[in-house]
Nanobody
Framework: QVQLVESGGGLVQAGGSLRLSCIASGLTFGSYNMGWFRQAPGKEREFVVAIDRSGGGTYHADSAKGRFTISRDNAKSTVYLQMNSLKPEDTAVYYC?????????????????WGQGTQVTVSS
């Protein structure tokens, strides 16, 4: 059974930082590209950033460029999202997802597995 479990969310003031983690089990982690998505109240889920199998390639949404960094540790089956200079508009539930296809993709419906999400709240 595949499981993706996110952690690290919480309440932070604007300008602060958080580091999210997502631990995967039940799959060959190194065979999957990994992505982070988020969904704010009343809004559709949106792509944030993705990383390829080796960790050598990433793709960021415009909203994440220069502030968010994705990384992975295949030995620990874990993907991370370092978020800096957080803004109130970053408030959302953040989800990690696994994609077995080649190439980094931004559309959530193509991802194979999803975590349950972790809440990030940024106060002004």
């Amino acid at each position: 059974q595949v499981q993706l479990v996110e952690s690290g969310g919480g309440l932070v003031q604007a300008g602060g930082s958080l580091r999210l983690s997502c631990i995967a089990s039940g799959l060959t982690f190194g065979s999957y590209n990994m992505g982070w998505f988020r969904q704010a109240p009343g809004k559709e889920r949106e792509f944030v950033v993705a990383i390829d199998r080796s960790g050598g390639g990433t793709y960021h949404a415009d909203s994440a460029k220069g502030r968010f960094t994705i990384s992975r540790d295949n030995a620990k089956s874990t993907v991370y999202l370092q978020m800096n200079s957080l803004k109130p508009e970053d408030t959302a539930v953040y989800y990690c997802a696994a994609d077995r296809a080649l190439g980094l993709r931004t559309r959530g419906y193509v991802y194979d597995y999803w975590g349950q999400g972790t809440q990030v709240t940024v106060s002004s």
